[in-house]
Structure formats: structure tokens, C-alpha cells
């Protein structure tokens, strides 16, 4: 699971921009990502640790129907606080409401699951396809990943592919995206581990050499 | 190694050694197979421990190194239209290059000129292919197909 460092939230003065871990292990079994403002990120982070905490592998009917459920009470709360409070003026659309996008990533031998709830709580489970993507640059992920053998990788690759992924999408400069790049990995014995910052200067010094790679193969095609 | 030197001391010696009797700025991956080929040609024991990796020879303790330095403001990172960062020393850097030199050993001195001097007459690709031939083990999970790639 991969995603860039930056978050944009409220101030006084209008929209600020903070840097912000957007991923983060629940328990020692799955791993949690989302988009959307930090706030909501926090208390869908919150609810699903105390409704996960339990969780041995297994995704069923009753598990899932509980999270959303609980995520369906958070994310329509914001809305109708955000609708009644900004009623009447430019900001009352509820796509301008504090709301979060969550994917759900776990793997322990075959058992593979990557699980998408987006803000109004429809879900999807995309472990089949091999890759979920989320947030402002989410079109730029979708895009880069529909090139790459994702699903069947092993994991330097795979890491290099998110590496290169993310880092795409904050150089096309989409708002809200920057650096650090924060990388986690599970590996096929359930382990959950966060790349370091030496691990991701390997993948960045990966990626250029990906680049220069593409330079010298495709001459003045790519650009310098 | 030279008793009183570290690994992080001749990293430092290195990045800040002239070339033509003029500072260079260097690359990360040509640290890397720099430290590797010191290594590996200079016998140099107690040094970087190397994996193959996506880019050939890797040490991470390298890159830590490099974080530590920077964070010493020993070094500096320089951008370029590259899609990565140039390395040169600071003006503290040089001060404390310039002390190590002293008790520096003269014939690692030499190889890690020799070895900067080679690494740099290389573009990437080329510095690559030549690791790699010669040190086919650490290409093993290497991204790059040479054989297709002339």
C-alpha cells in the first residue's frame, strides 16, 4: 500500500497543506489507507481498529455489512453538519463535506483481500483485479497501473511499481499530492512492515534509472 | 580499513574527491556501484554488505549513511532535470574531508580515485552493463533486460 505525504485541511484562512500519514496497520493483520479530510480519516481509522480488532483473515457478509454501517453513521454525520451549517451559501453541495474513502488491504498465503468503501459506503472487493486506488490522483494510479503486471509481481517490483505510481502522480501536480512517498508492505505471511527512508531512496533511485532506461531506449520520445 | 576511518568517513572522502582538480557532483547510483567496486576490487573488508536489488549491488546502510551525512550538514543534495538528486559536500563537509585525508590511507586514497574517475566516465546504462557483467550474482533481480537492451 502506497500513498504520498500530504494532506489539505481547514484553517482560518482557507485550505492549508500539512504533511500527514495516510496509512496505517490495524492490528497485525490489515492495513488501512484512505483519502478525503484528515478528520474523518481519523474517526473511520478509529472505529474500524475497535471493529477489526478481532479480525483472524476472514471477510464475511456480517463483517463488512457492521463496518459500513458504523462508516455510513460517521460519513452522514459530516454531511448533514457540513449541509445545515453552510445552508444557503456556495459550500452547501456535500461534495464539498468532510468525507473519507477507505481501502482495506490483507494477505496471508492465498488469502488475499483488497477492499474498497467509498464515501457513500457502496464497497468492492478488488483483490482479483489486484489493485484499489483512491483520492485526488487516483485517475493518474488507475492509469499508470493498467500498464503493469500488478497482480502477479513479486514484492521489489511491486513496490517499485507503487513507488513510481505515486511519484507520477505528485509530479503531474495534482492538488493536494507531495512528498514524502510512505510505502507498506504485507508480505504472504501476514507480516506488515513500513519501507524506510533508505528503502525509499533505493526505490527512487530505481525509478531513475527506470527513466533513463526509457530515455536511451526510446531516444527523443520521452522527455529528459 | 584504516583503523580510524569509517565506512561513513571514506563515503564522505569520496563524494568530495576532485577529479581534474575539480569537485563533481555524483549521483546516488554512482555511490552505490562506486562503494560496491571499492569493495569488491579493494578487497576492503568491514565495509558496505551489498544485495542484489532492482539496480544491481545495493546497500541500504548506504543510503542511511547519506541521510546521516546530510543530516550533519556534511553534504547537500543538488536538483538536476534527472528524475533524481546530485550529491556534493558542504563547506563543514569539506572542512572535515579534509582532515580525514590526512590520516587517509594512500593506496585506498588512489583506488577510490581510480574507481570515481571510471565510474564517472560512464553514462548510467553503461556503468550498469559493466557491474553487471562483471558481477552477474548481484544483477539477478535487476529491472533491466541488458540482453534486448544493445
Request: proline share 3%.
Amino acid at each position: 500500500m502506497a500513498s504520498d505525504g500530504q494532506a489539505t485541511v481547514n484553517s482560518a484562512g482557507g485550505p492549508v497543506r500539512l504533511l500527514t500519514q495516510k496509512i496505517f496497520p490495524i492490528g497485525n493483520q490489515l492495513l488501512f489507507g484512505a483519502s478525503g479530510s484528515v478528520g474523518t480519516i481519523q474517526r473511520s481509522l478509529f472505529i474500524m481498529k475497535q471493529l477489526l480488532q478481532q479480525f483472524e483473515g476472514n471477510i464475511d457478509y456480517s463483517l463488512m455489512e457492521g463496518v459500513r454501517k458504523e462508516l455510513f453513521k460517521i460519513y452522514k454525520n459530516e454531511i448533514d453538519r457540513h449541509k445545515q451549517f453552510y445552508e444557503g451559501t456556495d459550500l452547501e453541495d456535500i461534495r464539498n463535506a468532510p468525507i473519507a474513502d477507505v481501502i482495506l488491504c490483507h494477505s496471508k498465503g492465498n488469502n488475499k483481500i483488497i477492499w474498497r468503501i467509498a464515501p457513500d459506503c457502496s464497497d468492492v472487493l478488488l483483490h482479483e483485479i489486484g489493485y484499489a486506488c483512491t483520492g485526488s490522483g487516483d485517475i493518474f494510479a488507475y492509469t499508470l497501473l493498467k500498464n503493469f503486471n500488478v497482480k502477479d509481481l513479486e514484492v521489489e517490483k511491486g513496490k517499485l511499481v507503487a513507488y513510481r505510481v505515486i511519484r507520477e502522480a505528485i509530479e503531474i501536480g495534482a492538488f493536494g499530492l507531495g512528498e514524502p512517498i510512505d510505502i507498506w508492505i504485507i508480505n504472504s505471511d501476514g507480516k506488515i512492515t513500513q519501507l524506510s527512508k533508505g528503502e525509499i531512496m533505493g526505490l527512487s533511485d530505481s525509478f531513475g534509472i527506470w527513466k533513463e532506461t526509457e530515455r536511451e531506449v526510446f531516444k527523443d520520445l520521452v522527455k529528459k | 580499513m584504516n583503523n580510524t576511518l569509517s565506512k561513513k568517513d571514506i563515503l564522505l572522502v569520496f563524494i568530495n574527491l576532485p577529479i581534474d582538480d575539480a569537485p563533481k557532483l555524483v549521483s546516488p547510483i554512482q555511490i552505490m556501484k562506486s562503494m560496491f567496486l571499492l569493495k569488491e576490487e579493494a578487497k576492503i573488508q568491514d565495509f558496505y554488505e551489498f544485495i542484489p536489488y532492482l539496480y544491481g549491488p545495493c546497500s541500504f546502510e548506504v543510503y542511511s549513511d547519506l541521510i546521516s551525512l546530510k543530516e550533519e550538514n556534511l553534504i547537500e543534495d543538488v536538483q538536476t532535470p534527472f528524475s533524481w538528486k546530485y550529491y556534493k559536500v558542504t563547506a563543514k563537509g569539506n572542512e572535515v574531508t579534509n582532515r580525514l585525508l590526512k590520516s587517509f590511507d594512500k593506496t585506498l586514497l588512489q583506488k577510490l580515485k581510480e574507481i570515481k574517475m571510471f565510474v564517472l566516465s560512464k553514462t548510467f546504462l553503461e556503468l550498469l552493463r559493466y557491474v553487471y557483467k562483471k558481477y552477474p550474482a548481484y544483477a539477478e533481480k535487476t529491472v533491466i533486460d541488458f540482453v534486448v537492451l544493445k
